[in-house]
C-alpha cells in the first residue's frame, strides 16, 4: 500500500510539472522582412527566436511575395519591417497582423521614445555626382540599418514594442565600435563610384567621399548618358574604386571598368555572409569598414 501511495504521488508531481511546463511561454519570437536588421536584433537580444521572411542574399528592390510567404507572417508572433516605402509588396499582408513594428517611425521626430535625429534628405547634387539619389516616396533613406547613428532609436522601438529588456551590453559595444571606426576613417577623403546608393547614411556618419552612384534606382535600368558620365569619372582617374553588390549584375561594372586602373570592391549591404544565429550585428560593420578601408587607402 505504501508502495501505491509513493507511486501515486510521483504521477501527481510529474504532471504538474509537464503542466507547469507548458504553461510557461516559450521565447519570444520575432520575424524580421530583411536579414541585417535580424542580424541586430538578435545581436542585442540573444535570447529571442528571429527568422528573417526575405533569403539572407535577397534585395528587397527585387523581392517578389508569395503565398508561403503569407503563411510565414500569419504564424509570425511578431513582425518588424521596414515600412510600406521600402517594402510596399507586404503592405497588404501585414493588415490583418496586429504585432507589427514597422521601423520607418524613426523617421518621425516626434514619434514616442526617439531622439531627435536628422535622417533627413541632403540637398541633391546632380547627374553622376547625385549620391542621395535613392530614397523612398517620403524622402527618406530607407537603409536604416547602415546608419550608425540610428541604431540606438530602431533598438528602442523593438524594446518598446516587445516589452524588452534595454540591451545595455550590445550598446555600450556599439559606442565603443563607433569611437574605433570614427578613428580608422577619419581622414579617408578619396572618392568613389558605388553601385547602388545604400550608403548614405554611412557615408554622411564618417563624412566620406562618394563621388557617383552607378544605379540611382536598382530596379530601373542604368541609362546611356549616366553611364558614360560615370565612365569620364574613372577615366579622370580621381576614383579609389568601384564598390559593387553581390546583389545586384556585376557585368555592367565589368564593362566600365575595362581599361582603366580602378580596382573593383566587393560590398554586402545585406550582411549575407553573417548567420543571423551566430554571427553579431558588429562584425557586420567590421566589414563595411574594413571593405571602405580597402577601397580608400592610398595604392
Not at 568601384?242 to 566587393?266: M, N, Y
Request: proline share 6%.
Amino acid at each position: 500500500m505504501q508502495n501505491i501511495k509513493i507511486g501515486l504521488m510521483v504521477m501527481a508531481l510529474l504532471c504538474a510539472s509537464s503542466a507547469w511546463a507548458s504553461s510557461t511561454p516559450s521565447a519570444t519570437q520575432v520575424l524580421v522582412t530583411i536579414h541585417p536588421v535580424a542580424l541586430l536584433i538578435k545581436s542585442a537580444w540573444p535570447e529571442l527566436e528571429v527568422d528573417t521572411l526575405m533569403q539572407a542574399n535577397q534585395s528587397p528592390h527585387d523581392f517578389a511575395l508569395k503565398p508561403s510567404h503569407r503563411g510565414v507572417i500569419a504564424k509570425a508572433q511578431h513582425v518588424v519591417w521596414l515600412g510600406s516605402d521600402m517594402e510596399p509588396y507586404l503592405e497588404k499582408a501585414l493588415l490583418r497582423h496586429d504585432q507589427v513594428l514597422d521601423l520607418s517611425q524613426i523617421f518621425d521626430p516626434v514619434s514616442e521614445g526617439h531622439d531627435d535625429h536628422d535622417y533627413h534628405e541632403s540637398p541633391e547634387k546632380p547627374d553622376a555626382h547625385d549620391h542621395h539619389g535613392e530614397h523612398n516616396h517620403s524622402g527618406q533613406d530607407p537603409h536604416i540599418w547602415l546608419n550608425p547613428d540610428a541604431i540606438n532609436d530602431i533598438l528602442k522601438l523593438v524594446q518598446m514594442q516587445l516589452g524588452l529588456p534595454s540591451p545595455d551590453a550590445f550598446l555600450a559595444q556599439l559606442t565603443t565600435w563607433q569611437q574605433q571606426a570614427k578613428q580608422a576613417l577619419k581622414h579617408k577623403r578619396a572618392g568613389f563610384v558605388s553601385f547602388h546608393d545604400a550608403f548614405h547614411y554611412w557615408i554622411d556618419y564618417f563624412h566620406l567621399n562618394q563621388t557617383a552612384v552607378l544605379a540611382i534606382h536598382p530596379e530601373q535600368p542604368i541609362g546611356t548618358r549616366h553611364l558614360l558620365q560615370v565612365r569620364q569619372l574613372l577615366e579622370q582617374g580621381n576614383v579609389a574604386c568601384l564598390f559593387v553588390e553581390p546583389q545586384f549584375r556585376a557585368s555592367i561594372v565589368d564593362k566600365l571598368q575595362q581599361g582603366t586602373t580602378v580596382p573593383v570592391v566587393r560590398i554586402d549591404p545585406l550582411a549575407s555572409d553573417f548567420d543571423v544565429k551566430k554571427s553579431q550585428f558588429l562584425e557586420f560593420y567590421d566589414y563595411l569598414q574594413t571593405q571602405f578601408i580597402t577601397c580608400l587607402n592610398p595604392k
